[in-house]
């Protein structure tokens, strides 16, 4: 049946690998258009006004590069890195088109920075620089790079992290802390939203110790965020779903090495399930519940199933089985009836497809090709915190 008929299919898609595989290729295509060759071929516009959107299309590369390792079919990682060339092409620039972003030249589009890609120039929705979509971007880009043994990739990813960082963060003074700010202005030059987000430290953290590839070319904004990671982890709590996802996901990466990956990971769970038992997943909650958060839980929780040897509330098989249960439950929910599609038609439906297969968003991801790829891989793995 087609991947998008949905009353034609079964409503327990998580049990199927098979059916999860040909959902995703389907909503991919409808996402950014169909393939039809490499030269030819552009990403679909998300809206009028929207072209292209960093956190969107940060997915959409991981999930192409998912596709193929599932799939073993090129036109995936063709896709990959045109999607790259469009975004760097779009949001690389300012946004009417005639220039690119600080210092940025086609050799190294994004040292300048990346914008969000809001449609709205200014206010309180307005478009800007979101740590949160920078650091999703590097990693895609590192990605990438390690699928495609081209290490240029990389490099722009280093680029972006090191050349955002001072706009994001306030050094220590008159002993406070170390500062982030949640956005800046396009040109990096003042904070729009001075406050800190919840997670901004630990996903940082762990995105440019993955870009560095232990190099030492980050080393410096390593260390300030290995700081703020041990100052802040003690305290961290959220009961928001995206963040509890987002939060198991970084905590996979270091758990059972870390202490602070470990308490992440206890954090997330424990906090995920009282939402369950207030009914936050339940259908009398449906008018609230919004998708993408949702597929933002059911990807985390796949993501630190996949190291539950290292996980104390993952210790028994009966507790995994009820986490792979719920996170089936919740892409069932938002692929019954097209619900995924109500909001929006990009970040919704790019997030369904990272919940169905997380492949190449997982630590023990590996591209389907060997030698300099699998070599890279195997020294981003090992790197130190």
Partial sequence: PNALNCRSMTSRIGQDSKQALEIARGVTDEVFGAFTEAESWTPRAYAEGKGRYLWTDAFGVVNFLSLWTLTQDASYLSRAKILVESTHNTLGFTRDGTKRLGNATADRPTIGGMRIGKPDATGPDGDGQYFHYVTKWAFALNRLALASEQSHYNDWAVDLLKSTFPAFVTPAAHGQRVRMHWKVAIDLSRPLVPSEGNLDPFDGLVVFSIVDQGSGKLKDEIAV?????EEKYKHFSSDDPLDLGESLWVAHWRVGVDEWADRMAHVGLQSLQRLWEDGRFGSNASRWRLGFREMGTATGIEAILGVAEHVKDLSDEQTRQKW???????????????????RDQDITPVMLTTSLIPVAWLKDWKPPETGTAAAAQTVTEKDEL
Wanted: net charge positive; aromatic share 16%.
């Fill in 225 to 229: 965020l290995k700081s703020m990671v």
């Fill in 324 to 342: 792979k249960e719920r996170s089936q439950s919740l892409t069932d929910f938002w692929f019954s009836s097209r619900r995924f599609m109500d």
